[in-house]
Structures are given as C-alpha cells and as structure tokens.
Antibody, heavy 123, light 113 residues
Framework: QLQLQESGPGLVKPSETLSLTCIVS??????????WGWIRQPPGKELEWIGT???????HYNPSLKSRLTMSLDTSQNQFSLQLSSVTAADTAVYYC???????????????WGQGTLVTVSS | DIVMTQSPDSLAVSLGERATINCKSS????????????LAWYQQKPGQPPQLLIS???TRKSGVPDRFSGSGSGTDFTLTISSLQAEDVAVYYC?????????FGQGTKLEIK
C-alpha cells in the first residue's frame, strides 16, 4: 500500500529556506506511471498546489511560487523534496506530499496524501 | 487561474438525511473532445489529510460508499451524500485539474444537526 510521510523542521525563520522531504513507501518513486506533488494549506485558507515532480527530475511548478521553489528527488532513498526560499509568514502552512495522478495529457488528482506537517515561519 | 467556489461554507444535516455541497468553477472544466469533467472531490476528517472520494466529477474511488455521488455540468458541480452517517463529518473540497495551476475550493464543513 502506497504511503507518504513528510519530514522537516516545524519552524523556519523569515527570509530563510524551507526544506521538506517526503518519504515514499509501498512504491518506487522511479515508477514511470507516477508523479509526485506538494500541496499546502495555510491556517484558515484553502489548499494550494505547490508543484509536481517526475522520476526523471522534470518539474511543474505553480507560477505563483516558481521563483522561490525547487523540487528534487532521491531515488536511492525513495524520497522527494521541496525547497522554498525567502520565506515569509505567508508561507506558514500545513504542507502535504501526495502522488499526483496523471494521464498522458493531463495531471489529474492527488491520491494518496501524506499526513501533513505544519511549518511555521517566525523569528 | 480557475477559481473554485464552494457553497455553503458550512452545513448541518440530520443523520440519515441528504447533504448537498456545491462547487462552481470560474470557467468551464469540461473538455469537449472527451466529454470529461476535470473535477475531483476530497473528504478531510479531523486530524487527517484529504482523501480522494470522486474523480471525473462522478466516478467514485474504489471503496467509497455509494451514498456519495457527484454530478455537474461544465461549471457547476454537486457532491451529494444520500443518507448522512456520523462518520461523514468532515470538510469537503473540490479541485479542478483542467488547467494549471490546479486549484481547490475553500472547503465545506459538514456537521451533524
């Protein structure tokens, strides 16, 4: 059964870089049928898609975050990562990783999701 | 960006009664060449991550009870729970995957009356 688990610091200082890792179990992130995504939810706000990465390393980012965002993967550890630079309080959110279901033409829905991890940006 | 607007923001329904949640997209998410509606519904129970309920606007994920159903046109969609059970208390989200960036509704909180 595919499971995902986020890990990383729960507190990041303003202007620094937020780094999170998603550990995947039950499937290989090198599976050519799978894409891997990040979604976040600021307190009291709606869910926001952050970006998606493929086993080849190709990425698809939300334009609103693209200038600050880097996603990567480590096939040897079966995990993928998120780095968001120059963070502000507006980046405080619960961050989720998920499998991003896709077909040959479109990215589709997210299933399953990790449990999520709260990251607070504060000095 | 495509804006997804859900209504109502919260809803209280008696056990065994019908619950209806609406989701409206700011532009059509019906792809005319395949007649598919690029919409998913998720359920988020307290302390848990969102879980996929329905894809393509009306296709239940395997294992989802058949009291959950989805319907809709190009811009207006509905999630219906035909007979509310106590375990259905959750926040429900719609998501469009027609156009990047993939966007979600603000959520509808469903409670027991």
């Amino acid at each position: 059964q595919l499971q995902l688990q986020e890990s990383g610091p729960g507190l990041v200082k303003p202007s620094e870089t937020l780094s999170l890792t998603c550990i995947v179990s039950g499937a290989s992130i090198s599976n050519t049928n799978y894409y891997w995504g990040w979604i976040r939810q600021p307190p009291g706000k709606e869910l926001e898609w952050i970006g998606t990465i493929y086993y080849s390393g190709s990425t698809h980012y939300n334009p609103s975050l693209k200038s600050r965002l880097t996603m990567s993967l480590d096939t040897s550890q079966n995990q993928f990562s998120l780095q968001l630079s120059s963070v502000t309080a507006a980046d405080t959110a619960v961050y989720y990783c998920a499998r991003h279901i896709s077909d040959p033409e479109y990215f589709n829905w997210f299933d399953p999701w990790g449990q999520g991890t709260l990251v607070t940006v504060s000095s | 960006d495509i804006v997804m607007t859900q209504s109502p923001d919260s809803l209280a329904v008696s056990l065994g009664e019908r619950a209806t949640i609406n989701c409206k997209s700011s532009q059509s998410i019906l792809y005319s060449s395949n007649n598919k509606k690029y919409l998913a519904w998720y359920q988020q129970k307290p302390g848990q991550p969102p879980q996929l309920l329905i894809s393509w606007a009306s296709t239940r994920k395997s294992g989802v009870p058949d009291r959950f159903s989805g319907s809709g046109s190009g811009t207006d969609f509905t999630l219906t729970i035909s007979s509310l059970q106590a375990e259905d208390v959750a926040v429900y989200y719609c998501q469009q995957f027609y156009f990047s960036p993939y966007t979600f509704g603000q959520g509808t909180k469903l409670e027991i009356k």
